[in-house]
């Protein structure tokens, strides 16, 4: 199940626990593979840019702004609750979440300055 903006209720429900958790497990779009467990993430809204999807060597330069600036996250607040995410070498104070089996990104977002705050855009990946 894929996420689109501008959703109907019902489709978040779907996806989001009265508690504001993940109801189902978070995969990689691409290969499949499982970035979160169910119930280990909290739905944020935040507006957050990420650069367009590409393998991980050709996030780490910085140098395409090509990508959408999305709102609806998942809110990760240890890096060790993921299944299975990689990140990009340092953009600024920046670190992007990438897919660690297919390295396909990002489908997320890490700030430096707050080492509790690990974004998943839903958009990103699908639900299971």
């Given at each position: ?9 019902e ?8 508690e ?7 995969l990689?779009?691409?290969c ?11 739905f ?11 393998k ?34 340092d ?5 992007f ?7 396909i ?9 707050d ?14």
């Open positions: 199940m894929l996420w689109r903006r501008g959703e109907p209720a489709l978040q429900n779907q996806l989001v626990s009265a504001g958790r993940n109801r189902k497990a978070v990689c779009q691409r499949g593979s499982r970035v979160l467990q169910p119930g280990t993430a909290l944020s809204r935040r507006q957050l840019f990420l650069p367009s999807m590409r991980k060597p050709a996030l780490a330069d910085g140098g395409n702004p090509d990508g959408d600036l999305l709102q609806e996250h998942w809110l990760v607040n240890d890096m060790f609750i993921f299944e299975n995410v990689g990140f990009t070498k953009v600024g104070n920046i670190k979440l990438v897919c660690a089996d297919c390295e990104g990002p489908i997320g977002w890490h700030c430096l300055d080492k509790n705050s690990f974004y998943v855009a839903l958009e990103r990946v699908s639900h299971e």
